[in-house]
C-alpha cells in the first residue's frame, strides 16, 4: 500500500485541480429599480417587465442555461439579481415540467469565489451558465474568468447590455463580447399602469374565434 499512496496523493490533487470548460457563460445586470434615492431592495414595475424580456431574449438566442446564478442578497438585501432571473427559471420549469433552480452561493462581493468554482468543477464542462450580477463587479466578474482586455465601468443607467464569455475544450476563453440594447423596455410604467392594463375587463379583451 505505501508503494502506491504516492501516486493516490497525486491523482486525487490533480483530479481536484482540474480545470473545467464551460461552452458559454453569459453575464447580466439586474433589472430597473425605483429610480428615487431609496430604491429598496426590489425590482421597479418597469423592472419586472424587463426580467419577463430577458426571459423570452434569452431563451430565443440561447436556448436553456444548464446553470442559473444569482447573487446571495446577504451582504447588500436587494434580491434583484434573483427577481430578474425569476420569470427566466419559471418559464423553464413549467416548459421542461422539472424545477429548474436560481443558484445563490455567495454574495456579490465573493464573485471570484464563483469564478473559480465555474472555471475548475468538471460539472460546468461544456455548459451554458448564466450569471445575473450587480453592475459594480461585473466588469471585474468578466476579468477573473479570463476576459484579458481593460473593461469600462458598467454605466449605472444601463440595464439591458449582455456580457458573452465562449470557451473551447481547452478551458481558454475564445471570445468576448459585448452585446447592448438586447431586452429593451421602450416605456416607464409603475405599479398603477401595471395593474390597471391586467385588469382590463374581460369583455375588452379580443376573443379568438372558434
Not at 426571459?55 to 447588500?76: L, V
Not at 439579481?81 to 436560481?102: D, F, G, H, W
Not at 452561493?105 to 464563483?114: D, I, M, Q, T, V
Not at 451554458?128 to 466588469?139: K, M, N, T
Request: glycine residues 2%; hydrophobic residues 40%; proline residues 6%.
Amino acid at each position: 500500500m505505501k508503494i502506491f499512496l504516492p501516486f493516490f496523493i497525486f491523482s486525487y490533487l490533480l483530479f481536484n485541480t482540474a480545470a473545467a470548460s464551460p461552452r458559454e457563460i453569459i453575464l447580466i445586470r439586474h433589472a430597473a429599480k425605483l429610480m428615487q434615492s431609496d430604491p429598496g431592495d426590489t425590482l421597479s414595475a418597469k423592472g419586472q417587465i424587463r426580467a419577463i424580456n430577458f426571459a423570452f431574449y434569452f431563451i430565443n438566442k440561447f436556448g436553456s442555461p444548464d446553470f442559473i446564478f444569482a447573487s446571495d442578497p446577504k451582504d447588500s438585501k436587494s434580491i434583484r439579481q434573483i427577481q430578474t432571473v425569476s420569470p427566466l427559471a419559471n418559464i423553464l420549469t413549467e416548459k421542461n415540467n422539472r424545477e429548474v433552480s436560481i443558484l445563490h452561493p455567495y454574495e456579490s462581493s465573493e464573485y471570484e469565489k464563483l469564478a473559480d468554482e465555474i472555471l475548475k468543477d468538471a460539472k460546468f464542462d461544456n455548459r451554458i451558465i448564466l450569471i445575473c450580477w450587480d453592475h459594480e463587479h461585473l466588469p471585474a466578474f468578466a476579468k477573473k474568468l479570463g476576459v484579458k482586455i481593460d473593461l469600462p465601468d458598467w454605466p449605472s443607467d444601463d440595464f439591458e447590455s449582455v456580457y458573452i464569455l465562449e470557451y473551447n475544450s481547452n478551458n481558454k476563453l475564445i471570445n468576448f463580447s459585448i452585446l447592448h440594447q438586447q431586452y429593451p423596455v421602450n416605456v416607464d410604467m409603475s405599479w398603477e399602469d401595471l395593474y390597471k392594463k391586467i385588469n382590463v375587463p374581460f369583455y375588452l379583451i379580443p376573443q379568438k374565434r372558434s
